[in-house]
């Protein structure tokens, strides 16, 4: 909270020409280089964690996993520039994190969940 993103890194799946729907990753990169990363986990909750960017890698016959700035369109790209207003967590007991809500001065909110084990991510 009170950080401004400066920068929004992504991850997709790309596999003979067609890149997945949604990312794999998102990283939320605030103006003192701090790296927030958004994903899922194999168990189905929702992993937010300090770390960079990962490297692109090759999956052989599965396709590779592209990372970069400009790879698709999500809701996190349209607040470039503004500053983290509010966050919220929601957990489960047995589950762990379920949903993110992080929210932007102008009323702006951006929700990030795990929805049958891919990252959703909605305004």
């Known amino acids: 909270m009170g950080r401004t993103i400066s920068r929004v890194v992504a991850s997709w799946h ?11 990753d998102v990283w939320l990169i605030d103006t003192v280089g701090d790296c927030t ?5 194999s168990d189905g909750c929702l992993i937010v964690e300090s770390t960079p960017p990962h490297e ?6 599965w396709g590779r996993v592209e990372v ?3 790879l698709g369109d999500h809701p996190f790209l349209r607040h470039v520039g503004e500053t983290v207003a509010s ?4 957990a489960l007991p047995e589950q762990g994190r379920t949903h993110l809500e992080i929210g932007f001065p102008e009323g702006g909110l951006v929700r990030a969940d795990c929805y049958e ?7």
């Open 14 to 24: 790309v596999c003979e020409g067609e890149r997945s729907e949604a990312p794999l």
């Open 37 to 41: 990363r958004i994903t899922t986990g």
């Open 56 to 61: 692109p890698y090759d999956l052989g016959e």
């Open 68 to 70: 970069g700035e400009d």
């Open 87 to 90: 966050v919220a967590e929601y």
């Open 117 to 123: 084990g891919d990252l959703r991510l909605m305004r």
